[in-house]
Nanobody, 122 residues
Framework: VQLQASGGGLVQAGGSLRLSCAAS????????MGWFRQTPGKEREYVAA????????WYTDSVRGRFTISRDNAKNTVYLQIDSLKPEDTAVYYC????????????????WGQGTLVTVSS
């Protein structure tokens, strides 16, 4: 499984971005997907997850209501729509894939993308 994240950039506080994660894998629809973020000196933070069929989603408290995770299994892509960006959202965002089934967010992630940098200016 290869994952390619994109869509990061520099944006002003209050703005929006849509991150994409394209997967090179057979049967993408069999994988649960997640988004994580990390800033220097801090642990990686689990921010959103979506089940294999999109029927279950989860968000960490700090992003709930501003982030939306979705997937298009026909395009082998998972998205993270980020609205009302805050400076504290600045981080490298990583997508990850899990072969686990069940409801989000309890997945063991086996595959990781390379990350895309989101920078939010105040």
């Amino acid at each position: 499984v290869q994952l390619q994240a994109s869509g990061g950039g520099l944006v002003q506080a209050g703005g929006s971005l849509r991150l994409s994660c394209a997967a090179s894998v057979r049967f993408f629809s069999s994988y649960a997907m997640g988004w994580f973020r990390q800033t220097p000196g801090k642990e990686r933070e689990y921010v959103a997850a979506i089940s294999w069929n999109g029927g279950s989603t989860w968000y960490t408290d700090s992003v709930r209501g501003r982030f939306t995770i979705s997937r298009d299994n026909a395009k082998n892509t998972v998205y993270l729509q980020i609205d009302s960006l805050k400076p504290e959202d600045t981080a490298v965002y990583y997508c990850a894939a899990s072969a686990d089934y069940g409801d989000a967010p309890v997945y063991e992630y086996h595959y990781w993308g390379q990350g895309t940098l989101v920078t939010v200016s105040s």
